[in-house]
């Protein structure tokens, strides 16, 4: 069942949904914003910003609420500009957004709502901060109109694409693109997971896509015939993905292996719009319906039902109440934990011809398709079944170990865990025994292991258990003793030593160590971590595992150590080195400690400061990698000195030579779009037309550094003076 709990009915599409403290904002595609009671789904304000142009397509792109801030930012149709509006009290327009060539395509706020990018026709992804609306990157451009844009949840990252089926990823904090990609479809929408190292997108054609950040490839891809997706939502818990459509359809994707686990009816065509607060999911559909889905619906009554192993009456409560249950953590392991055993029963059934109690086993386990699936095999392989459990009911081992190595799925069931649980015991046995009496007992111990003995997996274990039982009864005194060192250095010696039950179980003790070694790691205690690695090194199966893990922690040591002495270029290069130490305090502190001097940078140079912004800056000029972030501020502070000082414009510095300036401009940043819009609009036309060549975006890497651009009275440049810190 999909638990609606309450619906809105605007007058458009739903363009946006926003929430604040007690309102639902609504954004539709005749330009109305609308706030309605949260408890009563009523409005209670409404604006209709422009009534006399054409409304927005009702798929459109071009409106966004935020987060947290109660605002909207919106495009309109044959226009390249953008209006912001802030619904915090009144519904009133609080800044417009200019910076775009045509026609506004995308909107999105970043998470945290610092962040404001748009998208448009011009193939162009504009950056502005969202408290003041000031344009702070402009992304390489794509080759046509930008169809979808995505912000990772820690806003570092951006995704965009567009309709030339093309796509990129860049990094918003260094100022640096990540990757660019072609696929074959056309991307409408996509988010960031699994810590920024993977991405979802949904396409025009049905295909479902993930993306692997890292390696810069595709790795899977599902399509869902006769589809048009147009929206995707990560579930709260990052194990599942809500996927609308321009159908009425509403698709849950399982996200470890893009598996389509459900696919809901829904009463309303075409999902334009999606946005979870707590518990709550709001669906906008484009006939202007907004529906207020209780996701969290039962969730109690389910949990109770857990505790019981009542998986028949989680089922129920699933199918009557509320569909979303079955994406529920505790659920989801349940079911999980709980399936081998159930296989295992349900093909011991199939094996006797039982199939309507095999049926009743696995029936609670079938909303899942792949493990209806695995059932189904079972079912059609069950003669093979039938004859592996004849042949041990006749303790014909020799036939039943032959079918399990043709038949792997045998050895998932009960029956071949009892045959196997009976070898380990009847080994363990004639050890004792061999041990007691080697000579005396030898006779007793052939004719228990006799049943095994031409057992193609067992007779060369058996016959070097009959050969060697002083080195099996020696290896478990080191095992019980927990002198584990010399039990795997006995191993090593004696690999026939490996192939039992007991090798096994040390091998458990060593992954236990490793939980040890990862705790103190976790806790920063790393020389601790280090004195049980060292241990851990002494064990043969592990060695490899244990230096790895000592260099992972040294390197840790040494970050440590240079951030604790503000070593920054050592700190920040090995943190973008290596992706092991971004999980400590120190990294994190080490970008925040940067994100706060970046913001006062960003206020100075919005103010035409360049001096100011470098200043700001001083402790990260040399760092390679803010080469990039550092140009792109100097660029907002340059643009707006040459807006300060326009021709005419009181107060503006004279003596300017303006084609001298703007060619300082166009080596470091080429001629780029935001500078041509400035000048067009302070008259310098004549100025950058005169200059002959295009320049190059990245010049600022081989040009010097400079606090202003302003060329006066014909004065060569000055280099920055970092030996001056006064702003």
């Not at 906008?284 to 039962?298: K, N, T, W």
């Not at 389910?302 to 249950?325: E, P, R, S, W």
Request: charged share 25%; with cysteine; glycine share 4%.
């Amino acid at each position: 069942m999909f638990p609606i709990k309450g619906r809105i009915r605007l007058v458009g599409s739903a363009l946006g949904i926003g929430l604040d403290k007690d309102s639902i904002i609504c954004v539709d595609n005749f330009y109305n914003i609308s706030k309605y009671t949260k408890d009563t789904y009523v409005v209670d304000k409404a604006l209709q910003l422009i009534k006399d142009i054409d409304p927005l397509h009702h798929f459109s792109k071009s409106a966004a609420v935020s987060h947290n801030t109660s605002k909207v930012t919106m495009g309109f149709v044959k226009t390249a500009k953008g209006v912001v509006i802030n619904t915090a009290t009144e519904i009133a327009p609080i800044a417009q957004l200019t910076w775009q060539k045509l026609q506004i395509s995308k909107v999105v706020y970043s998470h945290d709502d610092s962040l404001l990018a748009t998208g448009g026709e011009d193939g162009r992804v504009l950056i502005y901060t969202a408290d003041n609306h000031q344009l702070i990157l402009s992304l390489p451009p794509l080759s046509d109109t930008i169809l979808s844009i995505a912000f990772s949840d820690d806003d570092s990252l951006i995704f965009s694409s567009c309709f030339g089926k093309c796509a990129t990823i860049f990094n918003v904090v260094k100022n640096t693109q990540i990757t660019k990609f072609e696929t074959n479809y056309l991307i409408e929408d996509a988010f960031f997971y699994a810590e920024n190292t993977r991405l979802f997108c949904v396409t025009r054609e049905g295909a479902v896509l993930t993306y692997d950040v890292e390696k810069g490839v595709i790795i899977k891809e599902m399509v869902l015939q006769n589809s048009w997706l147009t929206i995707c939502k990560k579930m709260p818990g990052e194990e599942f993905a809500l996927v609308g459509g321009k159908d009425k359809l509403l698709r849950i994707i399982r996200l470890s292996d893009d598996t389509l686990i459900d696919t809901i009816n829904l009463e309303q065509t075409g999902i334009t719009a999606m946005r979870f607060q707590e518990s709550l999911l709001y669906i906008g559909y484009s006939d202007g319906a907004v529906d207020v889905v209780d996701i969290d619906l039962g969730r109690d009554e389910i949990l109770a039902l857990l505790d019981k192993d009542d998986l028949n009456g989680a089922l129920g409560l699933i199918q009557q109440k509320n569909v979303f249950l079955k994406t529920a953590k505790e659920y989801c392991i349940k079911i999980e934990t709980r399936w081998k055993e159930a296989l295992a029963k349900a093909i011991d059934l199939l094996a006797k011809d039982q199939i309507q109690e095999a049926t009743a086993i696995i029936e609670p386990f079938m909303l899942d398709k792949a493990k209806k699936e695995e059932f189904d095999y079972y079912w059609q392989q069950k003669e093979s079944t039938a004859k592996f459990m004849d042949a041990l009911e006749a303790k014909n081992y020799v036939e039943a170990y032959r079918l399990a190595d043709q038949f792997p799925y045998l050895k998932e069931t009960l029956a071949y865990e009892n045959v196997e649980s009976l070898w380990n015991k009847t080994f363990e046995v004639c050890k004792q025994l061999l041990f007691n009496d080697a000579q005396g007992n030898l006779a007793k111990a052939q004719d228990l292991l006799r049943p095994f003995a031409l057992v193609k997996s067992k007779k060369d274990t058996a016959m070097m258990l009959l050969r060697n039982s002083d080195k099996y009864v020696q290896a478990d005194k080191e095992y019980r003793a927990k002198n584990f060192v010399e039990y795997f250095k006995m191993c090593e010696r004696f690999p026939f030593l490996k192939d039992v039950l007991i090798y096994k179980s040390a091998l458990l003790i060593g992954d236990q160590i490793i939980q040890r070694v990862n705790a103190l790691e976790n806790q920063n205690d790393f020389a601790k971590a280090l004195e049980v690695c060292k241990l851990l090194a002494s064990m043969a199966p592990f060695k490899n595992e244990a230096g790895a893990k000592i260099k992972i922690i040294q390197l840790k040591q040494e970050f440590a150590e240079a951030c604790k002495n503000r070593k920054l270029i050592d700190a920040f290069k090995m943190a973008e080195s290596y992706y092991e130490l971004h999980s400590m305090p120190e990294y994190k502190k080490l970008y925040e400690t940067f994100k706060k001097c970046e913001k006062i940078a960003i206020n100075a140079a919005s103010t035409g400061n360049g001096k100011l912004a470098l200043d700001s800056l001083k402790d990260y000029l040399h760092i390679e990698c803010w080469v990039d972030k550092i140009a792109a501020i100097l660029k907002i502070a340059y643009l707006a000195e040459f807006a300060n000082n326009a021709p005419g414009k009181e107060g503006a510095i004279e003596n300017i030579s303006w084609k001298e300036t703007l060619q300082y401009y166009i080596e470091r940043y080429g001629k780029d779009e935001e500078l041509k819009k400035l000048v067009g609009e302070i008259g310098l036309q004549a100025e950058l037309d005169a200059i002959p060549f295009d320049g190059n975006p990245k010049g600022y890497l081989t040009t010097i550094v400079a606090d202003s651009l302003l060329s006066i009275d014909d004065k060569p440049l000055q280099q920055h003076d970092e030996g001056n810190k006064e702003g």
